[in-house]
């Protein structure tokens, strides 16, 4: 019988660790460049320990502690140590500026913040004294010399394992309810400040229950996570967090995304968690690659691409392949797919989640015909985030797929998307009136999202509604879907479709430099600088017909009739995306004014 009623991430924590014991839980890169293990007990030590010293520290149930840090395994101990003594966890996204944790750290009235390296403290102090309720700060890295308020995490632990009172943590955790407060999660805030959504316990605990319900089997037996999306984003802490740990699997931290591809290949996941743009470099780095392959090499590829496009029906539905079929499949796999889900580190790759933001259809089918499931689902932050998923024997490119159990999805006036279930949020902290605004009278979340429902209950997102654009003719137009297509192409990594209040849409676009300047290198064209290259005619050209044919399947209306290239990379520093990468329009819109306004000279 379990030690702890399952009402927390905290209690199930423990009833794991006593199921699993010494079999490893999770897989870092220690200092030395090798990959180490820490077992269920193991981290359940400094879990207790942690818990003991914020409990001799004198937090309360109830009060908040800031959590600011890369992913790493310390995440999880302290996450699961504010959880496991009742007080609620406040993550920052560890890109974020000094000005944008102090604003979170203020609103959510936290007490305490934890710290992942010496410049999320440097960034934490620099604020410090506009946060007088903060009376501790914990680094998790060594702490090379003493700072006043500040406690490194391994004399955090020796502090915690001193603390007489042992039973304290068990007394702590055992009262918990299920509808307590668990988490204070602040959205991207693409208009005005970020809104900090409360998610309970039974937030978590219900997603987790209705993630493994979608299919039992599937997440069934050992497996091995791949950690590299924020763990401050509600998709990466319940599907790639406290779902394994839910299931009893192992999680390898990777080290940063500059070397996503390098882990990859050293720990191969048997399943993933990740947003589309992952996969979407992926596939457009490959295409890139064969389309300066030798003839023979880009003739065997496109064959093998054909099998892969007649395997969908079997991989989404589940079907043996048979007969003839079977046989070309195999063969495929043998010369061509083998070998590039083993180069890829992806070869041992079961499932892989995506969410975050729309995968496009290209995306999706080119690894599922490699025998690569990729599911793609739905979900928001006030959601915890899963709402909808595909389920893996029923796959449907282009859906989000059905609703989790207890979950009613609806469509609404305007086409949006409604959602009701366990996993909807509590409110937003200290905002009663946003609260009010995103609930209809019987209690369904209003996503902001438009969407459609098929035969078979699988959703299809067909926009957002404050992203709709409406052109000076009248016609509602969602930008979402048309940059996908865009960026389906290899020398499109980044674009914003304009056209609200005009008379026809336009594109802003920053090219896939690594790929256009081998293109260019290959013609004779000059690369000097990027601003140089994107002005050359011959580029100007490329990107003419590279629009043209991925557009080709849109109405009139929706075609990009004019474009400009822009030199640098869109990125959360300079402002135009969100810590999740979404692009901020309004921001978008301001700063590059001018480029728009010459793409429309008779307005």
Not at 119 to 140: A, C, G, M, T
Not at 232 to 243: D, F, M, Q
Not at 326 to 349: E, V
Not at 461 to 470: M, Q, Y
Request: hydrophobic share 40%; net charge neutral; glycine share 8%.
């Amino acid at each position: 019988m379990a030690a702890f009623k399952e009402t927390s991430m905290g209690a199930i924590f423990q009833n794991r660790v006593e199921e699993h014991g010494d079999k490893a839980l999770v897989s870092f890169k220690n200092r030395q460049g090798v990959w180490e293990d820490l077992s269920w007990n193991q981290l359940n030590e400094k879990v207790r320990n942690l818990g003991n010293f914020l409990i001799s520290r004198g937090v309360k149930p109830g009060e908040k502690i800031a959590l600011f840090s890369p992913n790493r395994y310390e995440w999880w101990v302290a996450d699961l140590a504010i959880l496991s003594i009742g007080a609620v966890n406040v993550p920052i996204y560890a890109t974020n500026s000094a000005q944008e944790c102090r604003y979170i750290i203020d609103n959510s009235d936290s007490i305490m913040c934890f710290a992942g390296t010496r410049e999320h403290l440097d960034k934490i102090l620099s604020v410090k004294n506009q946060l007088p309720n903060v009376r501790q700060v914990i680094i998790f890295d060594d702490l090379s010399e003493s700072r006043e308020g500040v406690i490194d995490l391994a004399e955090a632990l020796k502090e915690g394992r001193a603390y007489k009172n042992k039973n304290e943590f068990d007394e702590r955790l055992r009262p918990i309810s299920i509808n307590d407060l668990a988490t204070i999660i602040y959205t991207s805030g693409t208009t005005g400040n970020p809104k900090g959504v409360m998610l309970s316990h039974k937030n978590f605990v219900s997603n987790v229950n209705q993630l493994q319900a979608v299919d039992p089997d599937f997440l069934a037996g050992d497996h091995v996570f791949l950690s590299f999306l924020p763990l401050a984003h509600s998709l990466e802490r319940t599907v790639g967090y406290y779902t394994p740990i839910f299931l009893g699997h192992k999680v390898a931290f990777a080290e940063d995304v500059t070397k996503l591809l390098e882990n990859f290949q050293e720990v191969r996941p048997t399943f993933i968690v990740s947003v589309p743009r992952i996969y979407e470099r992926v596939h457009n780095g490959i295409l890139a690659k064969v389309s300066g392959a030798p003839p023979i090499k880009k003739a065997l590829f496109n064959w093998a691409m054909g099998i892969a496009r007649d395997n969908l029906p079997y991989i989404c539905n589940n079907r043996p392949r048979t007969g003839f079929f079977a046989f070309k499949y195999r063969l495929a796999d043998k010369i061509i797919f083998s070998k590039l889900k083993a180069a890829l580190g992806m070869d041992r790759l079961q499932g892989a989640i995506s969410g975050g933001g729309p995968l496009s259809v290209s995306d999706a089918e080119f690894f599922l015909g490699m025998g690569i499931r990729v599911l793609e689902g739905f979900g928001l932050t006030e959601t915890t985030p899963v709402t909808n998923g595909n389920k893996p024997t029923r796959i449907k490119p282009g859906t989000v797929g059905p609703a989790v159990k207890d979950t009613i999805c609806k469509i609404g006036e305007g086409g949006e998307l409604l959602i009701k279930g366990p996993q909807v949020m509590m409110g937003y902290y200290k905002n009663d009136t946003a609260t009010k605004e995103v609930f209809t009278k019987d209690g369904f979340f209003r996503t902001g999202d438009i969407g459609e429902i098929d035969e078979d209950g699988y959703l299809k997102i067909t926009g957002r509604i404050k992203d709709l654009i409406v052109t000076s003719g009248g016609k509602n137009i969602s930008p979402q879907n048309i940059e996908n297509s865009l960026q389906a192409s290899p020398f499109i990594e980044q674009v914003a479709v304009i056209g609200d209040n005009r008379k026809y849409l336009s594109a802003l676009i920053v090219p896939s430099f690594e790929n256009l300047e081998k293109w260019a290198s290959d013609r004779g064209v000059s690369t000097d600088s990027h601003r140089e290259l994107i002005s050359n005619d011959k580029v100007v050209a490329l990107f003419e017909k590279e629009i043209e044919e991925h557009m080709r399947d849109y109405a009139r209306v929706e075609q990009i009739r004019k474009f400009t290239l822009l030199d640098s990379l869109w990125t959360q520093e300079t402002g135009e995306l969100t810590p999740t990468l979404k692009v901020k329009r309004r921001v978008i819109s301001q700063k590059y004014s001018r480029h728009i306004d010459a793409m429309y000279p008779t307005e």
